[in-house]
């Protein structure tokens, strides 16, 4: 037995020491003999149990084995030292890829004196050293005998570690893992605070040699933990919060916003918001609440989609605790280690989804006199195509915009903007970011509601110069955090353009005018709009004044003013001008300062057709134009009530034109085309829109029309039925004659003496053939002039004396060509003269039995060709008034001369006369009836141009 136990001690003895031994020659570079003494040291130990020691001869056997197969190694001071060798043995390398990581043993200790070159050693040690995978199994091996030891666990730490790094070099991270898995839960002695961080660094730079990451990022964190945990006196906030910032890499974290804009979040979004809360505790536990703001701003901006309700309400209610000390700013912080934190905009409070530029209203929006657009134009290339115009071409189209901003005018930009906080958002100095010209932004508040959807918000500024601007984004102050949010950042936006041309200033003008805003909105044409509505009720034929105020408001000098009409109505036939004015004492007051005040007046006349389809008196006779024995001395009057079977049974009927109790509706634009200033100069107006709403209500209708013969054959009576279609008492009257009292609903017929019309005299306007293209058409606007020629001379006006109300009715659209024939001066003028005196009237000329009377008949040619010769002979009778003329008076008239009367032919435009003379014997009254002689000439013309006046003549007793 005691030799049992001598043998056994000396095998012990002697492993012990070939283990010593290859130590020593593996210190001296001597690596073939550690190689040997090794593998002689585990046979002897393994033989007698000696685990400790055997785990030791096994270990240095495999980092002799390291040596062999990776000499080139990746050492240093460290032991994180670079690869610096460029090559390996050819039978290692075919073994395995060189590594450029971490080694186990410093090979800088080695020098090649000390590893015999001697080829003839490779066999002995190909046959002694290790496999690279035989390495991996005794370091297992090594590592379980070391750990049946309680004190041995700092070895077998050491062993772990070394196992890993030789993993590293194989690229075996799955294998390594398990090695360090193990070497977390060695249990040592009791460890200082600085051997724990130490600990847990050196486990975390492994993790990271193997490409575990988020492992190695998860004891990087423990590590930082560590340092201030509550058994340190002076925590080090430093040192953990440098060790956290290491950590970030490992969670796909970036402390840069801009990262979290591309594609999809990368990363595990719990731990990365719970790694962001101990970043801004750190940083306000080293005393730096700058910090702090930066990161919880980031933890908002990036981490938002994945917060709970609850925590954005903690987070935003942290954050202004944090700003209240020290506002949130757009400058980068840069740390003392080198490291720079960009700035967070807050471009998720509120969320963007829409940017637009506003045009300006259409009542300031400035528009470019033609001509000088059109030089302009002819500027630019030539050619109708060319690839590289096309390219800048939608370039400028995605960028630029169609329409001009003005220089000192107020302009705005529309966001559509989302709040997707679960409280009412706050947002506070919103503005905007422009750059190209000097702007004035005007900040606005806003208060969005909780989750709000998508909610419009107007940004405005004033352009203070003239050229190109772009809009790049907006500024907001949100938790008192100022922020700078670029379009170009903004995910998922929409935009239509952000760059448009700033004109010079013009000036801006504003209207006001006498008459009340209508409800009622004009619907215009395309591409106008209406700044002002009026409206106005009148009844037809009636005009009243429209007071216009115009003060510029603007900055600039009105310099230019043009105001042009354009009527909407088409249905309803207008007679005359529905609207005029007069601009020239307004135009002398100019230029208009800013701040004066301009007035004029425009009338307004609404003069519609006053003809009616209903005859509600009875006819005059068959053909409505003469009436044998009718009382020219006072109108004649018939009143009766509208006749109920007269409406129209038919309900459309009611509509059309001369409806009794239609109100029709005339619509108007006033254009008010300015100019004045900077803008001026370069060719820029503005056009403002007064829209007027005229609804006209019937006021009289002529039912009927007709004409009578009057005693003189230049005049006739011309007969009109007229209607009081309103509701109260009208009167009615023509020129130089009576009024006519009409009740409501009242109609009467009214008598007017009028000369006869030569229409030959209307001139015709010079394109008028031209401008017309057929004859009828031309006949209705020469029948249209007759109209207003008749109109203008009856001067018929109406008056409602309760409303005091007045106006003009008008017979325009009354006349029918047979009237108008009617009321038409013969062609052939015919006057009769009595010593001297006309004859065409009533009045019977006067004379003396026995003395002669001059007889002179004058004809004037109006015709536009000749005519004549004619032969007239005078018929002398007397009317006794019963229907009995006595034409045998012989004995009473004598002819001084023939009873005969030649005219010689007469030319167009010409006149020609023939006299003679009579001798009354009697005294009495007596009539001269003037007849033509029938021949082929007289035959050629109408009747109706032998209309001779009636010739009375009163024979009285010689004075004595």
């Not at 990776?70 to 390398?93: C, D, F, I, N, V």
């Not at 134009?377 to 030539?382: F, I, W, Y």
């Not at 096309?390 to 930009?413: L, P, S, T």
Request: hydrophobic residues 35%; contains cysteine; charged residues 20%.
């Amino acid at each position: 037995m005691l030799l049992g136990l001598k043998r056994h001690y000396k095998k012990r003895c002697q492993g012990r020491m070939r283990k010593h031994v290859g130590d020593l020659c593996l210190q001296a570079g001597m690596l073939q003999d550690a190689l040997v003494h090794y593998h002689m040291s585990v046979e002897l130990l393994r033989s007698v149990n000696d685990f400790l020691w055997l785990g030791a001869a096994l270990e240095g056997l495999c980092s002799a084995s390291v040596i062999y197969h990776y000499p080139g190694g990746t050492g240093g001071k460290t032991g994180t030292r670079r690869l610096q060798g460029s090559s390996l043995p050819s039978e290692a390398a075919n073994r395995h890829r060189p590594g450029a990581q971490e080694v186990l043993i410093d090979p800088g200790a080695l020098t090649t004196n000390g590893i015999n070159p001697d080829t003839s050693t490779e066999i002995g040690r190909a046959k002694n050293c290790l496999s690279p995978e035989d390495i991996i199994d005794k370091y297992k091996e090594a590592i379980s005998y070391y750990s049946k030891y309680k004190n041995a666990g700092v070895i077998e730490l050491e062993a772990c570690v070394k196992a890993v790094r030789v993993l590293a070099i194989q690229k075996r991270g799955m294998e390594a893992s398990e090695f360090l898995q193990n070497a977390v839960y060695i249990n040592l002695r009791q460890l200082s605070e600085e051997e724990k961080i130490q600990r847990y660094s050196i486990l975390s730079e492994l993790y990271e040699l193997i490409g575990f990451h988020r492992k190695s990022a998860f004891f990087k964190r423990v590590a930082a933990m560590q340092c201030v945990a509550p058994s340190i006196a002076e925590p080090g906030w430093r040192a953990c919060y440098k060790l956290l910032l290491e950590t970030l890499p490992g969670y796909s974290l970036s402390l840069d916003p801009k990262d979290f804009n591309k594609g999809t979040h990368r990363g595990w979004a719990a731990v990365q918001m719970r790694l962001l809360h101990e970043l801004v505790y750190a940083s306000r536990r080293m005393g730096n609440p700058a910090l702090s703001v930066r990161h919880l701003s980031f933890l908002l901006q990036t981490m938002l989609d994945f917060l709970s309700d609850q925590e954005k309400k903690d987070v935003t209610q942290s954050l202004e605790n944090y700003t209240a000390k020290c506002p949130g700013t757009m400058e980068p912080i840069t740390l003392p280690d080198g490291l720079t934190l960009p700035p967070v905009p807050f471009t998720k409070l509120p969320i963007v989804r829409c940017v637009k530029l506003l045009s300006l209203p259409t009542s300031l929006r400035p528009q470019k006199v033609k001509s000088l657009l059109g030089q302009s134009m002819s500027t630019k290339s030539p050619f109708i195509y060319s690839p590289i115009i096309a390219h800048n071409r939608g370039e400028e189209r995605n960028k630029k915009i169609d329409f001009q901003w003005v220089q000192g005018d107020v302009c705005e930009v529309q966001l559509m903007v989302y709040n997707p906080m679960p409280f009412e958002l706050r947002v506070e100095n919103m503005g905007l970011l422009t750059s190209g010209v000097e702007f004035e932004s005007l900040p606005a508040a806003l208060s969005l509601p909780a989750e709000s959807g998508l909610y419009p918000v107007t940004l405005v500024g004033v352009p203070q110069t003239t050229g190109m601007i772009t809009v790049n984004g907006y500024h907001t102050t949100v938790f008192g955090v100022f922020s700078d949010c670029l379009l170009d950042n903004l995910p998922g936006l929409k935009t239509s353009g952000s760059t448009v041309e700033v004109i010079p200033a013009l000036p801006r003008l504003q209207i006001s005018t006498s008459l009340p805003r209508s409800a009622r909105s004009l619907q215009p044409s395309a591409g106008d709009e209406i700044a002002t509505n009026v409206s106005v009720q009148l009844y037809n034929g009636e005009t009243q004044q429209l007071a216009v105020t115009l003060e510029n408001v603007g900055l600039e000098p009105l310099e230019q003013l043009e105001v042009t009409s354009k009527l909407l109505t088409t249905k309803e036939k207008l007679y005359g001008d529905f609207l005029s004015w007069k601009l020239e004492e307004t135009l002398a007051q100019f230029p208009l300062q800013p701040g004066k005040v301009a007035t004029f007046t425009i009338n307004i006349k609404a003069k519609l057709d006053f003809s009616c389809q209903e005859n509600l008196l009875q006819d005059l006779s068959d053909d409505g134009i003469s009436v044998s024995g009718f009382p020219l001395s006072s109108p004649f009057r018939q009143v009766v009530r509208p006749r109920v079977e007269s409406r129209p049974t038919n309900p459309s009927e009611g509509s059309k034109t001369g409806d009794l109790g239609h109100v029709k509706t005339l619509e108007a634009i006033l254009n008010f085309k300015y100019s004045g200033g900077p803008g001026h100069v370069e060719g820029y107006y503005r056009n403002l829109s007064l829209g007027l709403h005229v609804e006209v209500e019937p006021s009289v209708f002529f039912t009927r029309v007709s004409t009578l013969p009057a005693t003189s054959t230049r005049q006739c009576h011309l007969l009109l039925d007229v209607f009081n279609s309103t509701e109260h008492e009208l009167t009615i009257c023509a020129r130089n004659n009576s009024e006519l009292v009409l009740h409501a609903s009242e109609c009467q017929r009214m008598a007017i003496q009028v000369d006869k019309f030569n229409f030959e005299s209307v001139p015709e306007s010079p394109g008028e053939k031209g401008h017309f293209a057929n004859l009828k058409q031309l006949e209705e606007e020469r029948q249209e002039a007759r109209g207003l020629e008749i109109s203008s001379k009856l001067d018929i006006r109406w008056r409602i004396p309760s409303l005091k109300r007045s106006g003009e009715a008008s017979v325009e659209g009354l006349l029918n060509q047979l009237i108008l024939e009617h009321l038409q001066l013969a062609p052939l003028q015919w006057d009769v003269l009595v010593d001297g005196q006309p004859c065409d009237c009533e009045v019977a000329a006067a004379c003396q039995v026995g003395d002669p009377v001059r007889l002179e008949v004058r004809l004037t040619n109006r015709s536009p060709r000749s005519v004549g010769p004619f032969a007239l002979t005078v018929v002398p009778f007397q009317d006794h008034q019963n229907g009995v003329h006595n034409y045998d008076l012989h004995d009473v008239i004598s002819f001084v001369g023939s009873s005969t009367f030649y005219l010689d032919t007469v030319q167009p435009s010409g006149q020609s006369a023939c006299l003679g003379a009579l001798l009354f014997l009697y005294t009495g009254d007596f009539f001269l009836n003037i007849r033509f002689h029938e021949d082929c000439k007289s035959k050629e013309l109408p009747p109706s141009w032998f209309c001779l006046p009636s010739v009375h003549v009163r024979a009285l007793e010689a004075q004595a």
